[in-house]
């Protein structure tokens, strides 16, 4: 079985709009990203092509050209080897713009890993045609992607014709007084420079520091220029263009050859008024890179390793104790395993010892290691030399898996060409075919493979712990290499300068005679602060160095991957913060560079309402331990800051948990399912009126059979189900429950205590009898259903003290295990069940005080692995429902339903009506429209989340045109509160106003219950 991060991302919802093709009568095309802040203008000026790139009206690009040296030497495949029908030569002279077409895409998709959760895909395409003036019959497109995270662009060949690419003519011209990070390798440091004189060239990515535009207040601006997608290509390194001050160019490693139809790599510009934002923005890389292509990834997990130093046995027996002791996930035999790793005659299919790491032979019974983590629980990573790689991998890939081995660290890869970029990325494939994960190190940097294979974990690429690089480097890094996506640094702890006599430790291998240059606190933050879904920990250490120091427990419980990440200050080279968050817990680094530095911490980004208990760990000289780092426990909320008083070179970390108590003692006010009092005196107002529509809804209400106060119960019953053996109790607890809901409203409505007695004298008798909602198919639809009529009625009545803890027992024993059980399951409904079930658990948490319901409820609606979540039952860009293939009933249902869970989080203050870019608003645009008798919606098949409801080939027209009274809710919000438009939504409240009884579900009424203006 699948886990639920690859369901949810293998059942990603992709929609594209039509595409809109313009023959341009000036060879000009303006480009926005979605919220306007990247403007882009690609035009032809005297037979060049030129671009310029401007975020929040400044200018970041100035004019720059566009071009690429596509084939000299090579001919078309259609041609005649003897004939002089020679392919395309240069695209730089000679050019103009034939036409542009144009797409939008709005994707929400969620990683198997990652640092957050889910990530919003959403940008504008455009296809740039451009043609040789003295060749019409050859096009090369530009195709342009705006997202609201940067600019990215790349070339597609679109013929057959052989490809010899030797050079990209692109330039980037910044403002003049840029300078930008140069760094030569990608394990080297990094030096701030002017753009001119450079010694060699700049590695990826190429962090530009941009002077001030002037103005009062305004600070200078950072660009980022990078690649993505670079897994057939040569790698490119940037240099300074020698013909045009302030411009950057590639400089490519070698040729490319290829064979049309073909795209290059994007090229990508970002940029920002903070450095954290291109931190926080790094996932474009990853949107640029295709889906995943990996259908089961359960297997993938990332998690802690420490690597065996010893190469013995008993040393690694050791390891997998200290490992299962500190909450790590992997051990790891690095190089010498098999052999030294340089040599030809290694042979990685056996362990037979490097005498330079363990001069006894016998010293490593791997079998016995391997057998022994697993009884354990503890994944083997085995490390690999490129030599041996290259020579044996189809034989070690089946082996390893025999053996039961988790992943291969790839070690001294072959970096730059072609062939190698592309054969190193074959090989992580091949990997994913045996199950293992893999972890490159050395010159490789990323440029988001691993959305398409998550079984790449982390790389190198960087230059980290092995190097022994100070402080200031360490905090320049964030802004530079981590923009990219994880790296593996290697965490140390314990390799440090204790006392006059320390010397480092020389033995099994480990000859760098260095020690780390940061305190042990700064060395905890980075298990933040870096990402890395294999957190590689204690690096030059063995078990027997650790005296089981109290702050090693930040290491214990800190995790590898994220649901939320926030930068929360920083400057280049200076300090930096980050809070990340796993489930209900966030974990905060911070790291100074090599001065003493005070901080105040901000935890605005904590939930409000919610006390957390935080532990921070900081250096502290007075402290006894030798890692002299102190603990402190406090209680903090969104309005605390943390003073942080950094040691030189230096570091906090902290971890915070809610307080259990907090938790549940938090109390909701009441009432607010989805209304509070301050609603029901605006009724009140409009009914005294009798003059609006309001009014008539309320009439409409008022007059209905099941809101009478004399109302002739049908029940109770012993057992309530909507199928199977007691079905026949059906309508009749249907009836019953709309009862209690509508005497509910009408007693606040109007104090006529009658109605509040019929409502209780209905909920108590169930209470009395009602013992289970038998395991059906239907159950949880059912316990959604009249689950909401029942809380809400509770939630309205709560004051009538005397019944209530009945009624409340009888929810909580009947109705809540079969809604929790929902959740428990793996997916099997379609969309409409989900938000049902939802709605009526968030209601039930807001009733209970139980703000852990409230958020689990809120969580699967955004992110959870389900038809029924925004993410999956609405597609982003046309708004078509996961059900439109069913009929236009169940569609109704499901986004009613949606826009109640909606209601009740607004209540809260909590905005999920603006989720993924007020895609619910495109749902109802969507089914009106439709339902109102228009042809013209588009449709598309699509997998979803069960891979049971796959054949609908067409929209369905069943139960179209019968508008349900589900509109006025959601026209109240986004029409009324938010001013924005909703042109069909407002034709069917038309049809349909006043709103009235809802049959399916509450809340119905809507008229009267949901116009605030």
């Not at 455009?126 to 090369?140: A, F, W």
């Amino acid at each position: 079985m699948t886990d639920n991060r690859q369901l949810k991302t293998g059942m990603m919802i992709f929609f594209l709009s039509a595409l809109f093709f313009n023959p341009l009568i000036a060879g000009e095309i303006k480009i926005a990203s979605p919220d306007g802040n990247y403007q882009m203008r690609v035009y032809d000026r005297e037979e060049q092509v030129y671009y310029t790139v401007d975020y929040k009206n400044q200018p970041v690009i100035l004019e720059s050209r566009l071009g690429i040296s596509s084939n000299q030497a090579g001919r078309a495949i259609e041609s005649d080897a003897a004939s002089d029908n020679k392919a395309v030569g240069d695209w730089l002279n000679g050019l103009r713009i034939d036409s542009v077409s144009e797409k939008t895409v709005d994707v929400a998709w969620a990683p198997v890993y990652g640092e957050h959760s889910m990530y919003i895909d959403m940008y504008r395409e455009y296809t740039v045609d451009l043609q040789q003036i003295e060749n019409r019959g050859k096009r090369l497109q530009i195709i342009v992607r705006a997202y609201n995270q940067g600019i990215a662009f790349h070339y597609h060949f679109v013929g057959n014709e052989y490809l010899h690419i030797t050079q990209e003519f692109t330039q980037f011209t910044l403002p003049e007084g840029t300078q930008a990070y140069f760094t030569p390798r990608a394990q080297a440091k990094y030096e701030l420079l002017p753009l001119k004189n450079w010694q060699g060239e700049s590695e990826r990515p190429l962090l530009c520091r941009l002077p001030s535009p002037g103005g009062e207040g305004q600070r200078e601006r950072f660009v980022l220029l990078t690649e993505a997608e670079m897994t057939n290509y040569a790698r490119t390194k940037f240099i300074p263009e020698k013909t045009k001050s302030n411009t950057i160019v590639g400089s490519m490693y070698g040729a490319v050859d290829e064979i049309a139809p073909f795209s290059t790599p994007w090229r990508v510009i970002m940029a920002a008024e903070k450095a954290g934002d291109l931190i926080e923005n790094n996932f474009l890389l990853l949107n640029l890179n295709p889906p995943c292509e990996i259908k089961n990834t359960s297997w993938i997990k990332p998690g802690k390793v420490m690597r065996e130093v010893t190469l013995s046995t008993e040393g690694g027996k050791n390891l997998v104790d200290f490992a299962v002791k500190r909450n790590l996930q992997y051990i790891h035999f690095d190089a010498g395993w098999y052999g030294p790793e340089g040599s030809k005659e290694s042979d990685a299919t056996k362990a037979n010892l490097d005498p330079a790491r363990n001069k006894n032979p016998n010293a490593l019974d791997l079998q016995e290691v391997i057998r022994y983590a697993k009884s354990k629980n503890i994944g083997v990573i085995l490390y690999v030399n490129q030599r041996a790689l290259y020579q044996q991998l189809d034989e070690i890939l089946p082996l390893y898996k025999s053996w039961g081995v988790s992943g291969i660290k790839f070690g001294f890869v072959q970096v730059g060409s072609q062939f190698w970029t592309k054969w190193l990325h074959d090989a992580v494939k091949k990997c994913a075919e045996y199950g293992l994960m893999a972890d490159i190190h050395d010159e490789y940097r990323p440029t988001g493979f691993s959305r398409t294979y998550p079984n790449l974990m982390t790389q190198e690429g960087i230059y980290g712990n092995e190097e022994f690089p100070d402080a200031t480097h360490n905090v320049i890094l964030p802004f530079t290499r981590f923009t990219q996506g994880a790296a593996d640094y290697t965490i140390c702890y314990y390799r440090r300068k204790w006392d006059a006599n320390t010397q480092p430790d020389k033995s099994h291998g480990l000859v760098n005679s260095k020690l780390l240059k940061t305190t042990p606190a700064h060395q905890l933050a980075m298990a933040v602060v870096y990402y890395s879904p294999l957190q590689y920990l204690y690096w030059y250490d063995k078990p027997s160095d650790s005296q089981d120091e109290p702050e090693l427990e930040f290491f214990d419980r800190c995790p590898t991957v994220w649901d939320d990440t926030k930068v929360i200050h920083g400057e280049i080279g200076e300090y930096i913060t980050v809070a990340r968050r796993s489930g209900n817990d966030w974990f905060m680094g911070t790291m100074t560079n090599n001065d003493a530095r005070k901080l105040k911490i901000p935890l605005d980004f904590l939930p409000e309402g919610q006390s957390y208990t935080a532990h921070i760990y900081g250096d502290d000289p007075k402290q006894t331990t030798r890692t002299k780092v102190g603990i402190k426990t406090v209680t903090v909320t969104r309005k605390s800051v943390i003073d942080a008083d950094l040691q030189a070179s230096g570091g906090l970390a902290v971890r915070m948990e809610p307080q259990p108590a907090a938790i549940r003692e938090k109390k909701f006010p009441h009432p607010s399912i989805l209304h509070t009092e301050k609603d029901f005196e605006r009724m009140r107002k409009t009914i005294k009126d009798k003059k609006s529509v309001a009014y008539r809804s309320f009439e409409l209400l008022r007059e209905h059979p099941f809101s009478q106060a004399d109302y002739k119960m049908q029940g109770p019953f012993r057992i309530i189900s909507r199928d199977g053996e007691f079905r026949y109790t059906k309508s009749k607890m249907e009836a019953d429950f709309h009862a209690a809901y509508q005497n509910a409203i009408l007693w606040k409505l109007t104090d006529n205590e009658a109605h509040a007695q019929k409502s209780l004298e209905i909920l108590t008798a169930y209470a009395d009898s009602l013992q289970m909602i038998p395991e059906t198919n239907d159950a949880p639809l059912l316990a959604g259903l009249e689950g909401f009529k029942i809380i809400y009625a509770m939630e309205l009545l709560r004051e009538k003290t005397a019944q209530m803890p009945k009624i409340e027992r009888m929810f909580r024993e009947v109705f809540l295990p079969v809604l929790e059980n929902f959740y428990r399951r793996p997916p099997y409904t379609n969309g409409n069940w989900g938000p049902i079930v939802t709605k009526t658990y968030m209601a039930a948490g807001i009733y209970f005080d139980d703000r852990e319901m409230y958020e689990k409820g809120k969580h699967f609606y955004l992110y959870g692995n389900d038809n029924g979540t925004i993410a999956n039952y609405i597609d982003g860009e046309t708004g078509q429902i996961q059900e439109s293939g069913r009929d236009q009933a169940h569609c109704q249902l499901g986004i009613g339903a949606m826009a109640v869970v909606c209601e009740i989080a607004w209540k809260q203050g909590d905005d999920l009506y603006g989720a993924l870019n007020n895609r619910l608003l495109k749902g109802y645009e969507y089914v009106a429209k439709y339902n109102l008798g228009n042809d013209d919606v588009p449709f598309r098949q699509w997998t979803d989340v069960t891979g049971r409801y796959n054949n609908w080939t067409e929209i369905s027209d069943k139960a179209r045109g019968q508008l349900r009274p589900i509109y006025e809710i959601v026209y109240n919000h986004y029409v009324n509160r938010k001013g924005l438009k909703m042109p069909y939504t407002g034709k069917a409240l038309e049809k349909i106003r006043p709103e009235g009884f809802s049959g399916d579900q509450p809340p119905g009424f809507g008229s009267l219950l949901f116009q605030d203006k």
